[in-house]
């Protein structure tokens, strides 16, 4: 059982004593691949936890990047969490319909925008509707709060500073999409991208951060994995993935672990793997 955090990672058990909180707000971040066949708005819509608002990432983006959710401006952010009535002062727990994938998406949002007070629900919709905790199908009642944010660049990174990381060697970046995209063994989902990895980079399988029941987990396991990766943990980190969903579970990992200098690559391989002149390495490293 993950120590309950209301930054970083909280339990059903702490969800379900909390339900009643005033100034408690809850987000389904549900995000499918398009190869899955599923939508998350629709998923939302049949059955959530009572009182979820749903957080559409790939509506709250921007719109005027080619490269898919890529974190919004500001203003974006602001006024449509304000149309959800999320705002300051409030105690967010977010979680998606696969246990944890894309709610960690949401919490590195949130904490790029400034807002601190979010936490993931652990093992998510999953794991409370195996507990047979209630469920509707009803949309909540919305009352606008405004929110406060103060964007933290440090938290995210463009491809010429992650060029730049690669090149220097001043930060490990880690890779959580699977070993065998990570060796270029196996084409990209996306159509046009090369195969492989950043030069330099270490591959932390997002997948080997979660339990089988795709709760997070604990902290000790979480520092057995990195050291297993060979992750120098006196640098700071740059956490990307295939287009900056699943990375954000490498960087609440490490947020669990104590770790608080971390980055995520927005564009991910997505663009990486797009750029013809950018270097790309296969194999191990």
Not at 113 to 134: H, S, T, Y
Not at 241 to 251: L, P
């Amino acid at each position: 059982m993950a120590t309950d955090d209301p930054k970083t990672l909280v339990s059903t058990d702490w969800l379900a004593a909390h339900m009643k909180d005033p100034d408690l707000r809850i987000l389904d971040g549900t995000m499918f691949m398009a190869a899955e066949g599923r939508q998350g708005h629709a998923e939302y819509e049949a059955a959530h936890i009572p009182g979820a608002r749903f957080f559409d990432i790939d509506d709250i983006s921007d719109a005027r990047s080619e490269l898919p959710h890529m974190a919004p401006p500001v203003e974006k952010f602001m006024s449509k969490l304000r149309a959800m009535g999320v705002g300051d002062g409030h105690q967010v727990v977010v979680y998606d319909a696969k246990g944890l994938f894309s709610a960690a998406r949401v919490w590195w949002l949130f904490r790029l925008m400034g807002q601190d007070n979010i936490a993931v629900l652990d093992g998510g919709f999953p794991k409370w509707q195996a507990e047979g905790r209630a469920i509707e199908d009803m949309p909540p009642v919305i009352r606008d709060r405004h929110m406060t944010v103060r964007r933290q660049n440090h938290m995210v990174k463009d491809v010429t500073q992650v060029a730049a990381a690669a090149k220097l060697g001043d930060y490990e970046i880690l890779d959580a999409r699977s070993a065998p995209r990570f060796r270029g063994e196996v084409p990209e989902p996306r159509a046009g991208l090369r195969a492989g990895h950043i030069p330099g980079s270490k591959n932390v399988p997002y997948t080997d951060l979660l339990n089988a029941d795709m709760t997070m987990k604990d902290p000790d396991a979480l520092r057995a994995v990195f050291a297993t990766a060979g992750v120098d943990m006196t640098k700071p980190v740059i956490t990307s993935c295939g287009s900056g969903v699943t990375a954000a579970i490498i960087n609440l990992a490490l947020e669990r672990i104590g770790k608080t200098d971390h980055a995520l690559y927005d564009g991910s391989w997505t663009e990486w793997g797009a750029f013809p002149t950018l270097p790309v390495a296969t194999g191990e490293a």
